[in-house]
């Protein structure tokens, strides 16, 4: 591509730099000129339509949208005099009038709304024009958020994000005129829509009160609220979190747009079901007495443990964890005798299969032909589905599935196959399809680990060898959980299926290191036979966040720490280390995972005989240095 | 003595000529195309070559042909901003969506002389290298969708259309689109939109000119349909021919509808600037005048969103004089000849050729209600100014016409209408706020006496302790 031609253009009498294809506002935004802007979001293509951003071109008395006019070398604008003011002043009016904006009842008021911002900074004291007062639906049907046609300003913000960023199109504006409305589907609501994804992009791109979070509303204003980046602990993409608290409650999150992953965006995972969903938190430690958990102190859980553990000999104790683990704990695992990592079928031959796949969303971005093969991105990974979905629609590049189970992505599918059933015809049919195709991308699952899935990627491989050298496709594998790769590459024993591990007698005493897993570890009960050998077992101690079936087989329990308390780093599907910033105090004793084994070691080590492993310890994090916004609220 | 000039409409209305194929080819049909693809090229004398396309193209820009659809802009130059150097695809779009209140000429000749209106597209299309083209035509024209599908589906029939055109190696595939029913879709770069299936949403322009960035992001030629039938005129008879008709800058016929209320209202094609407003609405050839004891008030000269001329209003027209020299002469509304540059000067367009009369029976805001209730039905929404200060206006001179006017409605209409014009991204913005800028402004006692009565009434009501009279429920409606 050529190089953009420099340009020069002046800005309230101040020459300012730029390149050809900028547009006003992208210029001015540089040299730190603040344009008012309401329909115009960096991130998505302009819209041109509120007409805040108007500025005078060429002294005037033209005007044009900043955000959406291409500079031209030698350009001359005012973005600010009195009758800019009063012009942008008049549009605000014209959008108060239009519906009915309550403030005071508006989850946004004061501050976290762009256009009472807008008015407020116009000096927009009242408004001359009568209201319309429409009748205008709310619809509440959608689980996470809900949206207010009256506080809808019609700015096609969140049109564009659901277009541009998740793909989906789901939203629309109906009618003509004053009549526009935003509509979800063909004029359905979000509770009964079949395209949402209920990704969140849209209510984070309004800048109203119309789309809000139910969760958010009226827990805090995001302005008045603490900030931390960290990272989503849902899987292996690992996108870039901006979560937001207060009273030491998570009020929001939002996609942070200084991520190199994601760029901004998340799926239903990160979004919501971490933090809006409703789930039991387990908030001390506990231990069984006659039959009943009971709320104990920590030292005396670790009393408890000690003395279960007493001269065991190390073969007769294991120790079973999640693959949530952060690298940190995870370099900890390996000084326990028996410990194991129970992981998702066929997780593990994938990563030891594949290499990571660094670039893979710049490579999904331009690709002409993505191939799906056992992954379900749509349902685990939402952010690589949309990526696959942006690059179909704003492409037109094709999409081949090839699984075992139907998606939300076959929707969006040239081809789509299902895997037991294929004939030889159809790898004519995939022949054709990438015939003339020259970026590609083949991203798998676990399941392309399976025989079957095995037999399907040698055909693929074949056929691209066909078409000659460097026409391979970029390879993006997608594991299943979120530190997966880490896992395999500290030499951890995988298990897909736990049962064999816990025959192997005598075990009588196990900690399962749960985590933060969202069902509490509870899917382990799955395994087969999991439910009686775990009966079989003298002493189980189970560290969790979450209550759940899984505490019901354990002696001890003990509180562990949630994501937003967690602290350390994360290895993505990338290959990249991403970090996790402890985002609020751990809830009652929770501790993290790693203080966690650093007290199950201790407190076993002492005691039991025939202490194994290193002595050289890793230093722990200590837990309880995340500053607390109670302090600060005396 | 004035009279019509029929040239586009020279057989449609003749006893006897139909719509079909057949009768089009005994009145010498296609035979203008088949001589431009049999054109050779010409060599000039520093030995370049010029092609029948470009010779076409040149003797368009010469007729000095402006665009019928409203803007009167010369077809020959935007022909001439074409991209023809991006190696994409150019694409010919005829807009036939013909929704200006006020206008019914595009209709007679897709329903009277379609084949006409065919040979003109493909004649255009030729000279500028297209291979694909689109007649969009409005929805509510059904039965002229399937006219000019049964004529395409003849001219493919007769190799006017399809591969190969008449053995010239030259392919060309037309296509008619139905629109939906929205006034917004005959903006060009809304078309567009809607062509390519999404909602009419007007473009940004700057950048999406459509001559580099049209349909299917690719360079796009929009004209009006009696804009491409004058072309198959002008090839037929020479640029420099047609541009003796009419006057200098505003050359060849256009079709003028004229409605309101006069005796004859109707269509008339007539030689741009021979005729005057008034001989097009006294004159027995044209309109007939006015009814028996009316006088005449006011005119939209050019399609509802023209500005308005009250009956009596003066002109400063400049004029070139035989000998070159610039001078000003002074005209009456009536003596206002009828073409692009005069009613522009006048402080009016136009625009599509449509001249509504109102005599002094009409009632102007109720008429400017009529208008009014259009634009803001009709809007498409993108614009704040637009969006909500059509809607605003609508409603405030329904207000006024129900009895809860106020004096400084007026000023109000005024101050809306002002600031959408030069706001908005398209012309629609304009479409709506000029009708009220004019009407307002001209006829402002009318505005602001209906105000005061209005408010008049209330206080009386009110102070007579009668309670909310019936007005108030009308403002009570929830009707939005
Ligand atoms: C709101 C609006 C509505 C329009 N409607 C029509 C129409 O119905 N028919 C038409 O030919 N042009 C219409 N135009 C003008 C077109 O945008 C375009 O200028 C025209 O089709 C160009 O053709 P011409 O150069 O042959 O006149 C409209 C313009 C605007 C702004
Ligand atoms: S959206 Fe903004 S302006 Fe509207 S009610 Fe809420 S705070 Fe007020
Ligand atoms: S939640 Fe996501 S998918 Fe659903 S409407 Fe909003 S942007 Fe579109
Ligand atoms: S819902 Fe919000 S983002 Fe969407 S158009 Fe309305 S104000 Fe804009
Ligand atoms: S001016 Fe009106 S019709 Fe044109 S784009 Fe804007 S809102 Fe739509
Ligand atoms: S921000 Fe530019 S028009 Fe809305």
């Known amino acids: 591509m050529l190089a953009s031609k420099p340009i020069t253009i002046t800005i309230d009498g101040k020459s300012c730099a730029g390149t050809e294809g900028q547009t006003l506002l992208q210029i001015a935004a540089a040299d730190n000129v603040l344009i008012p802007t309401l329909c115009y979001l960096k991130h998505l293509s302009p819209w041109g339509g509120c007409r805040m951003c108007i500025v005078e071109l060429n002294g005037g008395p033209k005007v044009v949208p900043a955000c959406s006019t291409p500079a031209e070398d030698g350009m001359t604008i005012a973005t600010q005099n009195d009758r800019l003011t009063r012009l942008r002043r008049m549009t605000l009016e014209l959008l108060f009038s239009e519906r009915n904006h309550v403030c005071p009842m508006c989850p946004m008021n004061c501050g976290d709304c762009e256009l009472q911002t807008q008015a407020l900074r116009h000096g927009m004291d009242s408004v001359r024009f009568p209201y319309l007062y429409p009748s205008l639906p ?142 039991r938190r387990i908030l001390t430690p506990l231990i069984r007495r006659n039959g009943k958990l009971i709320t104990v102190s920590w030292p005396q859980a670790l009393d408890e443990l000690g003395r279960a553990a007493k001269g065991l000999p190390p073969e007769q104790t294991g120790l079973l964890a999640s693959p949530r683990l952060m690298n940190e704990a995870i370099t900890w695992l390996k000084r326990f005798y028996r410990a194991a990592v129970f992981v998702a079928p066929d997780e593990i031959s994938l990563c030891r299969a594949g290499d990571k796949s660094p670039q893979a969303f710049q490579h999904l971005q331009a690709a002409d032909a993505i191939i799906v093969l056992g992954a379900q991105p749509a349902r685990e990974n939402g952010v690589v589905a949309a990526k696959i979905r942006t690059t179909v629609r704003r492409r037109g590049a094709k999409l081949m599935i090839f699984h075992t189970r139907k998606s939300d992505l076959d929707a969006y599918a040239d081809l789509c196959a299902n895997v037991v059933s294929l004939e ?82 005598p075990l009588k005493l196990l900690h399962i290191l749960a985590s933060d897993e969202p069902d509490g570890g509870a899917r382990l009960l799955d395994h087969k036979q999991a439910r009686r050998l775990l009966k079989e077992i003298d002493r189980v101690v189970v560290s969790a966040a ?40 751990p809830r009652g004793e929770a501790r993290d995972d790693l203080a966690i084994l650093e007290a199950l070691w201790t407190a076993t080590q002492s005691t039991a005989s025939g202490a194994h492993g290193s002595s050289e310890l890793p230093a722990a994090q200590p837990v309880g240095s995340i500053p607390s916004n109670r302090s600060n609220q005396a | 003595m004035p009279s019509e000039y029929r040239l586009i409409l020279k057989h449609a209305d003749q006893p006897g ?151 010239s190696g030259y392919d060309l595939e037309i296509f008619v689109h139905r629109g939906a029913g929205a006034y917004i879709c005959g903006e060009e770069t809304g078309l567009i939109e809607s062509l390519e299936g999404k909602r009419a949403y007007p473009r940004i322009k700057p950048p999406y000119f459509p001559a580099v960035l049209g349909l299917y992001l690719c360079p796009t030629i929009v004209n009006n349909v009696e804009t491409l039938c004058a072309v198959k005129h002008i090839v037929a008879m020479s640029g420099a021919e047609y541009a003796k008709l009419g006057t200098p800058n505003n050359t060849g016929t256009r079709i003028v509808s004229i409605s309101g209320h006069i005796k004859k209202p109707g269509y008339y094609e007539v030689e741009v600037g021979k005729v005057t407003l008034g001989e097009l609405i006294l004159d027995p050839a044209f309109g007939g005048g006015l009814r028996e004891d009316r006088q005449l008030k006011a005119v939209i000269p050019g399609g509802s969103s023209a500005k308005v001329f009250k009956a009596g209003e003066k002109f400063k027209l400049k004029r070139r004089g035989p000998d070159g020299q610039m001078s000003t002469v002074e005209v009456g509304v009536l003596d206002l000849p009828y073409d692009f540059d005069s009613v522009q000067q006048a402080g009016s367009m136009s625009g599509s050729g449509a001249i509504i009369v109102m005599d ?67 012309a629609f913005g304009e479409a709506c706020a000029w009708p009220v800028l004019s009407f307002v402004s001209k006829f402002k006692d009318e505005f602001q006496a209906k105000g005061a009565a209005d408010e008049a009434r209330r206080s009386r009501t009110l102070t007579a302790g009668a309670g909310p009279g019936p007005d108030l429920r009308i403002a009570a409606s929830p009707e939005v």
């Open chain 1, 138 to 279: 709310v619809d509440l049907s959608g689980r996470y958020f809900g949206l207010d046609h009256n506080r809808c300003i019609l700015c096609t913000r969140c049109v564009r994000t659901c277009e541009e960023m998740e793909g989906v199109h789901t939203l629309d504006i109906a009618n003509r005129g004053g009549r526009n409305q935003v509509v979800v589907d063909l004029n359905s609501t979000f509770g009964a829509s079949t395209s949402c994804t209920l990704c969140g992009a849209c209510v984070a791109a309004c800048p109203t009160g119309a789309l809000f979070d139910k969760a958010q509303a009226f827990r805090g204003k995001l302005n008045a609220c603490r900030s931390v980046r960290t990272t989503c602990l849902e899987c292996p993409v690992g996108c870039g979190l901006l979560v937001f608290t207060k009273d030491d409650r998570v009020v929001e999150v939002f996609g942070s747009f200084e991520s190199s992953v994601s760029a901004g965006h998340l799926c239903v995972k990160g979004r919501y079901q971490t933090w809006a969903d409703p789930r």
């Open chain 1, 424 to 505: 030889h015809r159809f790898w004519e049919k995939v022949e054709a399809q990438l015939a003339d195709v020259k970026r590609s991308v083949l991203v798998y699952g676990p399941a392309a680990m399976t025989p079957i899935g095995v037999t399907v990627l040698e055909k693929l491989i074949a056929i691209f060898e066909s078409k000659g050298e460097g026409q391979g496709p970029a390879l993006v594998g997608l594991p299943v959980t979120a530190n997966s790769f880490s896992l395999v590459a500290a030499g951890l024993e995988p298990l897909e299926d736990v049962a064999p591990w816990l025959d192997e007698k």
């Open chain 1, 546 to 585: 979450y209550q759940s079936d899984l505490t019901e087989y354990a002696q001890v329990v003990l509180p562990a720490a949630a994501w937003w308390e967690k602290n350390g780093t994360v290895t993505n599907f990338e290959g990249a280390d991403l970090r996790l910033e402890p985002v609020l105090p």
């Open chain 2, 17 to 167: 000529y139909t719509n079909d194929l057949d009768c089009y080819l005994r009145h010498g049909g296609y035979e203008v195309l088949r001589k431009a693809l049999s054109l050779p090229p010409r060599i000039l004398s520093d030995g370049r070559k010029v092609s029948a396309q470009e010779q076409i193209r040149d003797e368009v820009m010469l007729s000095g042909l402006r665009g019928r659809g409203g803007a009167g802009f010369s077809c020959g130059l935007k022909w001439s901003f074409v991209d023809r150097k991006s190696g994409k695809p150019v694409y010919l779009i005829c807009n036939a969506d013909e929704s200006e209140p006020g206008t019914f000429k595009d209709k007679q000749i897709i329903y009277k002389d379609p084949h006409q209106l065919l040979e003109g597209t493909i004649l255009s299309c030729f000279a500028n290298d297209v291979h694909l083209a689109y007649i969009y035509i409005r929805g509510e024209f059904v039965q002229g969708a399937k006219i000019l599908n049964r004529a395409l589906a003849e001219a493919r029939a007769k190799e006017f259309l399809g591969k190969n055109i008449l053995g």
């Open chain 2, 360 to 426: 002094d029976t009409a009632d102007l805001t109720e008429a400017l209600e009529n208008i009014a209730e259009f634009y803001a039905h009709e809007s498409c929404g993108q614009c704040t100014p637009c969006r909500e200060g059509s809607l605003w206006m609508a409603k405030a001179l329904h207000r006024l016409n129900h009895g809860q006017g106020r004096k400084q409605d007026a000023d109000y209409l005024l101050h809306i209408a002002k600031h959408i014009q030069g706001r908005t991204i398209c």
